[in-house]
């Protein structure tokens, strides 16, 4: 059967999901669409060429019965109650991070699905996905660097825009490191603290940047995780873990060499949405093919977009305390305790 998809949200990430489904993917099609600017939910239709029917909001487009599934792609606010019509109706779920903008919002979703019996949810973090992302975990699960001690990492981005705030650098930024480094050291987050290096002068005057996060792990790993949302030269992804036997890093981007007027350099990204284009594919494929084969979502899960929002709660509490603050989760529910991915390189 292929699996009708409706999107709740029709900006840039909507519509990006909208054309790898419609264009590069299989087993999945566009067949509802809804935006509060109705305007931009018709224009995707045409853009597209899509046979979707327009819905005035999410409620009516998830009870229509031309929709098995829906991708939520609307302002992170806007999620959890997405979230929460869909488990009610029992639709399955994909949904970019945020899962809720809080941990409270986030553990009632939890709750809601524990309540329905299986798992409906998948939340958007794609690094699982990606070809480096998944060579640096198998090199930690078959002991390749031996025991796991530190992990360096950063997330720089050229620019941003006025209406970033400092506690964004943590929920829209840092977010995707948060979700996958304890899922590459198999390990749970202990506590946090923020400092805030010389300030570069391309921040706007209410942001902080750069930001340096330590997190402590349960078994005592130490990550340090700078944020750089000015650093102007590029995006770019950082990740180096530190063994006991040796040290792996996540890959460079491809790119050619070039030798021009006496340099000899590659290029770099300036754009979020190329880093992880092949990992973006993968993960909502990955959602198709679960929900066809086996009648749930196999990605992240509902628990790791709470275990997210719970960590963000004390890396913000972190910047503004400016001490190391502890990092609790209540214990993993059945639902999600044997629950393991195999993800694979491609
Ligand atoms: N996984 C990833 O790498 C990325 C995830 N995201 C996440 O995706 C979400 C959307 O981000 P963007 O597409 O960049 O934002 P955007 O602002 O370009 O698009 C959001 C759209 O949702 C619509 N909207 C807002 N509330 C709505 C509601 N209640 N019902 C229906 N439509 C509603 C808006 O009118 C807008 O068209 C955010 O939560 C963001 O954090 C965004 C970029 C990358
Ligand atoms: O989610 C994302 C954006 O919101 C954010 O602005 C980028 O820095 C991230 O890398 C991207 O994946």
Not at 188 to 216: F, G, N
């Amino acid at each position: 059967m292929t699996l009708k998809i409706g999107v709740i949200g029709t900006g840039a990430i909507g519509r990006e999901h909208i054309r790898r489904i419609t264009n590069n993917l299989s087993g999945g099609r566009i067949t509802a669409v809804t935006d509060v600017n109705q305007e931009a939910a018709k224009a995707v239709v045409e853009q597209f060429g899509l046979d979707a029917v327009v819905y005035p909001d999410d409620r009516t487009l998830i009870a229509s019965e031309q929709v098995d599934a829906i991708l939520v792609t609307s302002w992170g606010p806007a999620h959890q109650a997405s979230v929460m019509a869909g488990i009610e109706a029992a639709k399955y779920v994909f949904c970019e991070k945020p899962l809720a903008t809080t941990a409270e919002g986030c553990r009632s979703i939890v709750d809601a699905e524990i309540k329905f019996g299986r798992r409906l949810v998948q939340v958007g973090f794609m690094r699982r996905y990606d070809n480096g992302y998944i060579q640096l975990k198998e090199a930690i699960d078959s002991n390749y660097i031996g025991e796991p001690l530190m992990i360096r990492c950063a997330h720089r981005n050229p620019s941003v825009d006025e209406g970033y705030t400092t506690d964004m650098a943590i929920t829209d930024t840092l977010i995707h490191e948060i979700d996958v480094l304890h899922w590459l050291i198999n390990d749970d987050y202990s506590s946090v603290q923020v400092t805030y290096p010389k300030k570069t002068r391309h921040a706007s005057s209410h942001l902080r940047d750069p930001q340096l996060v330590t997190l402590e792990t349960a078994k005592g790993i130490v990550i340090s995780a700078e944020i750089f949302v000015n650093c102007k030269y590029g995006y770019d992804i950082q990740c180096e873990v530190i063994g006991e036997e040796g040290i792996v890093k996540l890959p460079e981007v491809a790119s050619i060499t070039y030798r021009k007027e006496a340099k000899l350099g590659v290029h770099l990204l300036m754009d979020w949405k190329q880093r992880f284009l092949d990992a973006y594919d993968r993960e909502l494929q990955d959602f198709i093919d679960s929900i066809r084969k086996h009648g749930q979502p196999q990605g992240p899960t509902s628990w790791d977009g709470y275990i997210a929002a719970v960590t963000a709660d004390a890396c913000v509490k972190a910047q503004e305390s400016g001490h190391r603050e502890t990092i609790v989760f209540g214990e993993k529910p059945e639902l999600y305790r044997d629950y393991e991915v195999s993800f694979h390189r491609v």
